[in-house]
């Protein structure tokens, strides 16, 4: 079964911290990425990356940035944390190859409060 | 670009009864069609997708998706409920490379 996992569930900061989010999947998975997720909104995605130490700004990387120093680990960095960032972050991963075909597979999510 | 409209957001049901999630998409370009899924305190599973051939795809437990071109819209069904299905419910699409754009989701609260 393929694993994504988020290093925390909960984090509570305080604005103006900066703020790590940490994702680690174990199926040698190209793709990754960072989505948030707000009532009525859905999910939006903040930025992905297809190769270590390559990304692409989603459709919201304003605040944030990301870093892939190995394939297997992609993380999601809040410079100076606001309190519009309070939301669920998810991160997924998806095989390798690409395709539009291919599923992307989900970590359960770090709901971070900024207060 | 794409955008994806989940028409409702909370959807009360009764255990055994059927239900109907409806999702529209605008696209200019073919498209590929995903329903997921989030149980409560979960991250999101794939529970069915539409790639091509057949237009109604049927998932492990019991839900169905139909893809209508013409109106644009991959409406997700299922004939009975179970207690187990309350979750929030995210239909998507993806064109090419490995975007996906997500509606709004749906939560479906399934009452005894």
């Known amino acids: 079964d393929v694993k994504v996992t988020q290093s925390s569930r909960y984090l509570v900061k305080r604005t103006g911290e900066k703020v790590f989010l940490e994702c680690v999947q174990d199926?040698?998975?190209?793709?990754m990425f960072w989505y948030r997720q707000d009532p009525g909104l859905g999910l939006r995605l903040i930025y992905f990356?297809?190769?270590?130490?390559?990304?692409e700004k989603g459709d919201i990387p304003e605040g944030y940035s990301v870093s892939r120093e190995k394939k297997e680990r992609f993380s999601l960095i809040l410079e100076s944390a606001s309190t519009n960032q309070t939301s669920m972050y998810l991160c997924?991963?998806?095989?390798?190859?690409?395709?539009?075909?291919?599923?992307?597979?989900f970590g359960p999510g770090t709901r971070l409060t900024v207060l | 670009a794409q955008s994806v409209t989940q028409l409702d957001s909370q959807v009360p049901v009764f255990e055994e009864a059927p239900v109907e999630l409806r999702c529209n998409y605008s696209?200019?370009?073919?498209?590929?069609l995903f329903w997921y899924v989030q149980y409560p305190n979960q991250g999101l599973q794939l529970l069915l997708k539409?790639?091509?051939?057949?237009?109604l795809v049927e998932s492990i437990n019991g839900f169905e998706a139909e893809f209508n071109k013409s109106q644009t819209s991959f409406h997700l069904r299922k004939p009975s409920v179970h207690i187990s299905d309350t979750a929030e419910y995210f239909c998507?699409?993806?064109?090419?490379?490995?975007?996906?754009?997500f509606g709004g989701g749906t939560r479906v609260l399934v009452k005894p």
């Open positions: 539409y790639l091509s051939g057949s237009t």
């Open positions: 199926m040698d998975h190209e793709n």
């Open positions: 990356s297809y190769d270590v130490k390559m990304k």
């Open positions: 696209s200019s370009v073919s498209v590929y």
């Open positions: 997924a991963s998806s095989p390798p190859g690409g395709g539009a075909g291919r599923e992307q597979f």
């Open positions: 998507a699409v993806k064109a090419a490379g490995n975007k996906l754009t």
